[in-house]
């Protein structure tokens, strides 16, 4: 299964073995939407962002299914819905989860 991990401070997860941060213009928005073929063959994959940017308009998809990790609060309620959809989509399996004390939306914003 595919991870990706929306969280603050994505960059220290550079080094990891088998994981990749996303960042705006750093890769194709078309090959993010079969991540099998980033994978040169390695069974599992980790996608790490901090930029709400990168939940957005993109379709991430595993034949494997993706586990999409929420470690961090959206902006506003439209951006966790976009957020939200970015897997699981096309009847792929997917899982949605929401780290214990991270709030969907940060509220204190408005």
Do not use: P, W
Request: charged share 30%; with cysteine; net charge negative.
């Amino acid at each position: 299964m595919t991870v990706l991990l929306f969280t603050d401070g994505a960059e220290r997860f550079a080094e990891l073995e088998n994981t990749m941060v996303l960042t705006a213009g750093a890769i194709n928005h078309e090959d993010l939407r079969d991540v099998d073929k980033l994978k040169d063959g390695v069974d599992f994959k980790v996608f790490v962002t901090s930029l709400e940017s990168m939940m957005r308009g993109i379709d991430y998809r595993s034949k494997t299914g993706i586990c999409l990790i929420a470690n961090k609060s959206f902006t506003s309620y439209r951006a966790l819905a976009q957020g939200m959809s970015r897997v699981g989509r096309f009847n792929d399996h997917c899982e949605r989860l929401f780290v214990y004390n991270v709030k969907e939306v940060d509220e204190a914003i408005f």
